[in-house]
C-alpha cells in the first residue's frame, strides 16, 4: 500500500493533471492573469516559496486563501493541495526520526499530515493567511519528534478519504426569503420550489437582466455549461427532478460573477476599504480573500454565506415563468 504522502500527490494530480491552475480565483478562465503554470511547475513553485519563505510570500498567501474558500463549500481540493506543497519537507525528517528511533515510518508521516490538518483548522480565524503555513509545518516537526520519542505505535489512518471532513447536510438557506406568501409553511415542497424559482425569476425581469439569464438557460439545454448543483443533491431533494430535466437546476450565484474586488466586498459588509485591508493582514478579516497580482478579490458566494443572502436553488423553467409572469403583469 503507497505511503500517505504518495497518496496525497496521487490525488492532486488526478485532479489536476498537466492543466494550468489558479492560485487566485480558482478559475485560469475568470482570472485576470492570464498566465498560470501547469500543476507540476506550480507545485514546485510553492514548495521552495515554502521553503524561503512562506509569510513573505504572495504564492502561499493566495494558495492559503484558496483553500479556506474551498472549506466553505465542502471542498477539500485545495487543502489537499496545501498538504501537497507542503509534505515534501517532512520526507527526509520523518525518514530520520524512524530510522533512528526505530518507529514506523508510517506511523510518523500520518500523525505529521493529522496535525498539520488540525492546525490548518485552529488556525481558520485570527491567524494571518502568510504565517498558517509555517505553523502547520511546526507543529508537524513537534509531533514527528514526539512520537519518535515515546515510540508510540498507536494506529493512525493512512487513507486518502480520511482527509475530507464530513459532508455536512445540504441546508435551504432560501427558506428565510421574505414574502407574503411563507415558504416555509407551504407542506408541498414540490409548490415551495417553484415559488422558489418565479420569484427570482420575476426580479431579475424587474431588474431588466433577464436576457443574460435567458442565454445561461440557452448554454445550460445546449449542454455547453451546467448549474452546481451535485447530482446527489439532485437525486435526493428536488421536486422537479422527477418529471423535468434534472440538469437544469442551478445555485443563484450561479448566475453572478465568482469574485468581485474588495472594495466592493467591504463595501456590502459595510467596512471602509482601508479597514478591510488592516484586517486582512492581521488575518481577521471575516471572509476568505484570493490575491490576483496585487489586488483581492472575495468569492461572492462566500460573501452571500456571510451576509445571510439566500443562495437558492432553482430551476430554470420556474425562472422563466417568472419572468413571464411579470412580464405580462407589466403589460
Request: net charge positive; hydrophobic share 40%; aromatic share 6%.
Amino acid at each position: 500500500m503507497s505511503g500517505i504522502f504518495q497518496q496525497i500527490e496521487s490525488h492532486t494530480r488526478k485532479i489536476f493533471g498537466n492543466e494550468p491552475v489558479c492560485v487566485h480565483v480558482g478559475n485560469v478562465k475568470d482570472c485576470d492573469i492570464k498566465r498560470h503554470p501547469t500543476y507540476p511547475n506550480f507545485r514546485a513553485e510553492a514548495i521552495l516559496a515554502g521553503v524561503r519563505s512562506a509569510p513573505s510570500s504572495r504564492l502561499w498567501e493566495s494558495l492559503t486563501a484558496m483553500g479556506r474558500l474551498c472549506d466553505l463549500d465542502g471542498d477539500d481540493t485545495w487543502r489537499l493541495v496545501v498538504l501537497d506543497c507542503i509534505t515534501p519537507c517532512f520526507r527526509s525528517l520523518s525518514s530520520r526520526i524512524a530510522r533512528d528511533f526505530r518507529v514506523e515510518r508510517e506511523e510518523i508521516r500520518s500523525a505529521m499530515v493529522t496535525t498539520a490538518l488540525e492546525v490548518w483548522a485552529s488556525t481558520a480565524t485570527g491567524v494571518p493567511p502568510r504565517l498558517v503555513r509555517d505553523r502547520m509545518v511546526k507543529a508537524a516537526f513537534e509531533v514527528a519528534f514526539q512520537r519518535g520519542r515515546t515510540g508510540s505505535l498507536e494506529h493512525m489512518t493512512d487513507q486518502i478519504d480520511a482527509l475530507a471532513p464530513p459532508e455536512a447536510p445540504v441546508v435551504d438557506r432560501s427558506l428565510r426569503a421574505s414574502s407574503i406568501i411563507d415558504i416555509s409553511r407551504i407542506r408541498s415542497a414540490e409548490v415551495a420550489e417553484q415559488i422558489r424559482g418565479e420569484r427570482l425569476g420575476a426580479l431579475l425581469h424587474g431588474l431588466g437582466c433577464f436576457d443574460a439569464v435567458q442565454g445561461f438557460h440557452e448554454d445550460m439545454r445546449a449542454g455547453r455549461r451546467s448549474g452546481s448543483v451535485s447530482p446527489a443533491v439532485k437525486a435526493s431533494g428536488l421536486s422537479r427532478s422527477r418529471f423535468s430535466n434534472s440538469n437544469l437546476y442551478y445555485y443563484a450565484s450561479d448566475l453572478y460573477p465568482a469574485f468581485i474586488g474588495l472594495r466592493e466586498a467591504a463595501g456590502v459588509i459595510g467596512l471602509p476599504e482601508s479597514t478591510a485591508y488592516r484586517l486582512i493582514r492581521a488575518g481577521q478579516f471575516p471572509l476568505p480573500v484570493a490575491r490576483a497580482g496585487r489586488s483581492y478579490k472575495v468569492s461572492v458566494r462566500a460573501l452571500m454565506q456571510f451576509t445571510d443572502i439566500p443562495d437558492a436553488i432553482v430551476h430554470a423553467d420556474d425562472i422563466e415563468n417568472g419572468a413571464r409572469h411579470a412580464r405580462g403583469a407589466v403589460q
